[in-house]
């Protein structure tokens, strides 16, 4: 017996198409119980939550194409508090970026750290503030993390170098996103 899998939002329909199909043939095959652990299964691990937002990874692929072609950083700001610490681990070396004590209001802070030599096409760069549904904001001596409100953010990641380079974008808002403000940052030797 053939019935339709309904769509949901989290299945395209082509996958939708092929398991229903698969569970059409293996009807005539398996057992019902066998039938039912295999959907529950094949159903709990399809579902990815959700997709990954356009215009987020628009911004990503920017700040990177930003970094990866500029010739002039800076190593500190008038408006916040940068620093790179680096720890070992397993034979590699975690960076941690932090970005905190701000002077100024900054609302839905972007930030993006990249190392040089890395081919970031087939790999994640450390990042915060683009993919979360959380946007950041950072304003001096107020902190209220449920509503987005932060004292300072963190972005790590894991290299090969003991001493990294790491070149940083931070990028925020005025209140109204009326204004966009970005520096760029060489942190390491």
């Not at 009807?27 to 709990?44: D, G």
């Not at 990503?60 to 800076?74: C, G």
Request: net charge negative; aromatic share 10%.
């Amino acid at each position: 017996m053939l019935w339709p899998l309904p769509i949901g939002e989290a299945f395209h329909p082509v996958v939708s198409l092929a398991l229903w199909l698969v569970i059409s043939l293996l009807m005539e095959i398996l057992p019902p119980i066998t039938l039912f652990i295999l959907m529950v299964l094949l159903l709990t691990s399809c579902s990815n939550g959700k997709d990954i937002d356009a215009g987020a990874m628009e911004r990503y692929n920017s700040m990177i194409e930003q970094l990866s072609t500029r010739a002039d950083f800076k190593t500190k700001s008038e408006y916040f508090d940068i620093s790179l610490d680096v720890g070992s681990i397993d034979g590699a070396y975690r960076f941690y970026v932090t970005i905190d004590n701000p002077k100024a209001a900054m609302y839905n802070v972007e930030a993006i750290a990249i190392e040089s030599d890395i081919d970031y096409s087939n790999e994640m760069a450390a990042n915060i503030g683009l993919f979360e549904d959380t946007k950041y904001s950072m304003i001096p001596n107020q902190t209220n993390a449920s509503k987005g409100f932060v004292k300072g953010i963190n972005i790590s990641g894991v290299t090969v170098n003991e001493n990294p380079v790491l070149y940083v974008l931070v990028t925020w808002t005025n209140k109204d996103a009326s204004v966009t403000k970005r520096e760029f940052f060489k942190l390491g030797e």
